[in-house]
T-cell receptor, first 113, second 112 residues
Framework: DTAVSQTPKYLVTQMGNDKSIKCEQN?????MYWYKQDSKKFLKIMFS???????INETVPNRFSPKSPDKAHLNLHINSLELGDSAVYFC????????????FGEGSRLTVL | GQQLNQSPQSMFIQEGEDVSMNCTSS?????WLWYKQDPGEGPVLLIA?????ELTSNGRLTAQFGITRKDSFLNISASIPSDVGIYFC????????????FGQGTTLQVKP
């Protein structure tokens, strides 16, 4: 059983398109995150949701819109894709109260042409 | 913003050797964590440290939370080929939001 699963694993698209990445966790965690890993492997937090409520929004362009229909799901929608959006996007989950102990998905590699 | 300086950036060692990597920050963190990322996978938690001065082991791995709360190190003893990967330190920002600041990563290669 995959604890944190995200789809698709690979996404290749043209500039200007809109795309979504879905994430689901079956660990019963209250908090979910989106992290972005750039070509230099640097990991940076984008968003955090706790029980469907937005907790962290790290100055991400508003072309990025997370949506959490319930505490087990956190999706990421990206409008008007740009070349600089190419990266690996990781979904993660953890317990509320912030232990820092996160469980990451396998990542979704987005390539914008 | 808060930043973590992780070193070395990369290491190429012989199987059986011990490895040490560290992370420093100009800011205080209330939690330090070490993650490992294998190619094509997400980071996986290795060790979490919650108290200044804490020394914790997980098999061949040992990590310490610096007494100033601004640094941490990770040691791997008797390295094996499956230790290959990228090791990240992470500090948790105070406020218990779960927000982590990651270091730049240390890429470890092990020669059999």
């Amino acid at each position: 059983d995959t604890a944190v699963s995200q789809t698709p694993k690979y996404l290749v698209t043209q500039m200007g398109n809109d795309k979504s990445i879905k994430c689901e966790q079956n660990l019963g965690h209250d908090t979910m995150y989106w992290y972005k890993q750039d070509s230099k492997k640097f990991l940076k937090i984008m968003f955090s949701y706790n029980n469907k409520e937005l907790i962290i929004n790290e100055t991400v362009p508003n072309r990025f819109s997370p949506k959490s229909p319930d505490k087990a799901h956190l999706n990421l929608h990206i409008n008007s894709l740009e070349l600089g959006d190419s990266a690996v996007y990781f979904c993660a989950s953890g317990l509320s109260g912030g232990t820092g102990e996160l469980f990451f998905g396998e990542g979704s590699r987005l390539t914008v042409l | 913003g808060q930043q973590l300086n992780q070193s070395p950036q990369s290491m190429f060692i012989q199987e059986g050797e011990d490895v040490s990597m560290n992370c420093t920050s100009s800011s205080i963190f209330n939690t330090w964590l070490w993650y490992k990322q294998d190619p094509g996978e997400g980071p996986v938690l290795l060790i979490a440290l919650y108290k200044a001065g804490e020394l914790t082991s997980n098999g061949r791995l040992t990590a310490q939370f610096g007494i100033t709360r601004k640094d941490s190190f990770l040691n791997i003893s008797a390295s094996i080929p499956s230790d290959v990967g990228i090791y990240f330190c992470a500090g948790q920002v105070t406020g218990n939001t779960g927000k982590l600041i990651f270091g730049q990563g240390t890429t470890l290669q092990v020669k059999p």
